[in-house]
């Protein structure tokens, strides 16, 4: 009976598991193929970086209301509701996009039902995370949880690999770049049937609590926040934003995530415009691009941080600095060898200062107060994905360098700024 239950637990987080890397590869494999469909439709870069940052937002406003709503209607509800939000999204994105790719409707008004369709997504696919993070919080021990949730949070990590690098193969020649939506839907689809016959029931009984995560996007990573939060009771204090403890990370965590999302959503088009590449034909070296970009974010937190063993205030002042010469690297190359390695280079360097910047807030106070830093947290990693790639496209549009050397300057002063002001 033991060895039974075992079987059963190790099932079940694998699922879990495939629930999250699915909701993140299918949000980042329409984040590498839409800047190819904005330039096939004729829309304008900035309304196609707005598409994301409204759902970003929806799902910023959303993720705590679920978070909380699980702990009264059962984990395994909130999960497929996630999943039944993230097929249905997927769905209505790909038939959207196949009206305005066949000319049955015009680009804007294509591109308009995709953020309707978005928004829903941002509203019920915010539903998931947290759901998952409590049951699998619920059904370990506290020796094995803190490695078990940081293993389940890895997944939008992991995803953030999957998607882009997976978005090109789904390019058929009778779906066009509308295939990759329709690619994920019918894998969420199959989850979402997995999950309801598998996963098993539960009531709102358990004690462990998920919290809300941040809506995963291309360049992306586990911040933590969840990990923490779901490993501590939320106490009835509040937490100060202008916290002297707090503060100066939280200052921190909004340069460097601003900078990141410039430099994440600004990748597709940087792709097309300096190779001179068509937008279908753009697709594979796009996602080779983002591809190593998330690689090396996943290197830097798998197998380099555990090895060095850096303060967080070390991690961010590196990590600024590294992003800040590869933001630098992009804005000068000119060939897809120059384009990845530059990414690639600066997403490591974001590798370690995300993480840096979450070890770092939850350092600065006490174990009472860890909820709600990881609340903060989630904020901040949510917030950037709402104005990051809105600044990042607008600058864009001026000139292709701009929003990387921007990011690149900005990333020099936080490491400056976390030298003098952040704790070891």
Request: with cysteine; proline share 6%; aromatic share 8%.
């Amino acid at each position: 009976m033991v060895a039974l239950n075992l079987v059963g637990e190790r099932r079940d987080f694998a699922l879990l598991f495939l629930v999250m890397l699915t909701i993140a590869a299918g949000n980042t494999a329409l984040q590498s193929v839409l800047p190819a469909i904005g330039r096939l439709l004729a829309v304008p870069d900035a309304v196609i970086a707005l598409t994301f940052s409204f759902s970003a937002l929806v799902w910023a406003l959303a993720a705590p209301g679920w978070a909380r709503r699980s702990d009264r209607q059962g984990r395994k509800r909130m999960v497929l509701t996630g999943l039944a939000g993230f097929t249905l999204s997927l769905g209505l994105c790909a038939i959207t996009l196949t009206a305005g790719i066949s000319g049955w409707v015009p680009g804007l008004f294509a591109i308009g039902g995709f953020v309707l369709a978005r928004m829903i997504y941002g509203y019920l696919g915010a539903a998931a995370p947290p759901a998952a993070q409590a049951l699998v919080a619920s059904r370990t021990s506290r020796a094995d949880r803190t490695a078990a949730l940081t293993l389940l949070a890895s997944a939008f990590g992991l995803g953030t690999i999957l998607g882009p690098a997976l978005a090109p193969f789904f390019v058929f020649p009778c779906l066009g770049l509308a295939g990759p939506a329709y690619a994920f839907a019918l894998f969420g689809g199959a989850v979402l049937i997995a999950a309801y016959r598998m996963l098993p029931d539960d009531g709102a009984e358990a004690r462990a609590r998920g919290a809300a995560a941040s809506e995963p996007s291309i360049g992306g990573e586990p911040s933590g926040a969840s990990v923490i939060a779901a490993l501590n009771e939320q106490t009835a204090e509040r937490l100060r934003w202008t916290d002297p403890r707090l503060l100066p990370w939280m200052i921190s965590g909004l340069i460097a995530g601003h900078a990141q999302a410039m430099a994440g959503q600004a990748m597709g088009f940087l792709v097309m415009d300096r190779l001179h590449l068509p937008p279908i034909a753009a697709q594979p070296v796009i996602g080779v691009v983002l591809m190593a970009g998330a690689a090396a974010a996943l290197l830097a937190q798998w197998g380099i941080i555990p090895r060095l063993r850096l303060t967080p205030r070390a991690m961010v002042v590196w990590g600024a600095m590294i992003a800040a010469a590869g933001c630098l690297m992009i804005a000068v190359a000119r060939d897809v060898h120059g384009l990845a390695v530059a990414f690639a280079l600066s997403s490591l360097g974001f590798g370690f200062l995300r993480p840096g910047f979450t070890a770092g807030a939850s350092l600065a106070v006490g174990t009472r107060e860890q909820g709600l830093v990881a609340g903060r947290v989630t904020s901040v990693n949510g917030a950037v994905f709402v104005l990051g790639p809105t600044i990042g496209i607008g600058l864009y549009q001026i000139a292709p360098q701009f929003p990387y050397l921007l990011a690149a300057v900005g990333l020099l002063a936080n490491a400056l700024y976390a030298a003098r002001r952040l704790k070891r």
